[in-house]
């Protein structure tokens, strides 16, 4: 962040006659992610997975619990030997409970980085396009930014052009 307001600053402050012609626009990429027809796609296959790690896990937490269940109603009733081996079952359950657990969080993190990723390549070729055929010197990411004009921001622009293009979301939101 200090080397954009730094090179920001030179640019504005240190070279004021080249900064007479500077065109700088700015671009919210979570808006651009949550607005495009790529970024709402991806959010929507994104869901999908979660609600299935969701049902695994909450299927796997019914199992432990009925167990549990059992094991408190018919344990004091059981020999010692079939109590041990019910006890180890649970805990069986209980540790591949938490590694299926932190297995789909990683999981998910890893599809939900993916996807972002496709679309970002993507909206970098949007941007660059936006900023080679309106003539803008800088086009900088809004939330590294405390500060900006609402007349600089691109990214409406940006989402409707990436809309535009055929085959865009579909590329995006391609699966694994």
Known sequence: MHKVFGV???ILFALPAWA???KIGLIDVQRVLSESNAGKKARDRFQVQVKKAEA???RQKQEMEKLKADMDKKGPLLKDDDRKNLEKELQRKYVNYQREMRDSQEELQQKEREMTGEILKELET????VGKSEKFTL???R???LYSDQA???TSKVVELYNGRSGAPAKAVKGK
Do not use: G, R, Y
Request: charged share 20%.
């Open 20 to 22: 007479q012609q500077i």
């Open 152 to 154: 600089v921001d691109i």
């Open 126 to 129: 949007v941007v660059s396009e």
């Open 8 to 10: 920001v600053f030179l």
């Open 139 to 141: 086009i900088l990411e």
């Open 143 to 145: 939330a590294q930014l």
């Open 56 to 58: 695994d896990l909450l």
